[in-house]
């Protein structure tokens, strides 16, 4: 008897398990869709960085890799149009953007996108060296 209450036991830990997971997906692109709302709103470069990185940890907690890597693109994007700042100091702080970019697409295992990132980080690598 021991024996079928635990299996039973486990069943509902599992259903609730993934009950768990259902929902937190549904708020997390809830959050998402709210943070990129918001995104649209800010005019200042600083501050649509820091919500890239947001929206990518967030993909990145639903295990969406492709998205979050192509939002810290976004943000290594945003960092090198910056006109204020030099180009060896754009290079380093876009650099890492871009790598936590490649470490999603490593996770995604996009082997092309992974490849076109890496190819970016050595360039901006570059970039830093020679400043």
């Given at each position: ?26 708020s ?7 943070l ?33 890597a ?62």
């Open positions: 008897m021991p024996l079928i209450r635990q299996q039973r036991d486990r069943g509902r830990v599992k259903d609730f398990s993934d009950a768990f997971g259902v929902e937190k997906m549904r997390g692109n809830a959050a998402v869709y709210e990129k709302e918001q995104f649209e709103k800010f005019a200042a470069s600083p501050q649509k960085v820091d919500l890239c990185e947001t929206i990518a940890r967030c993909f990145y907690q639903l295990e969406q890799f492709g998205d979050a192509d939002w810290y693109e976004t943000a290594g994007r945003l960092i090198l149009s910056e006109a204020s700042a030099t180009p060896a100091l754009k290079a380093l702080s876009a650099l890492t953007e871009y790598e936590k970019a490649l470490e999603c697409y490593k996770k995604g295992e996009d082997d092309e996108s992974f490849t076109e990132c890496s190819t970016l980080i050595r360039q901006l690598s570059r970039a830093c060296a020679s400043a």
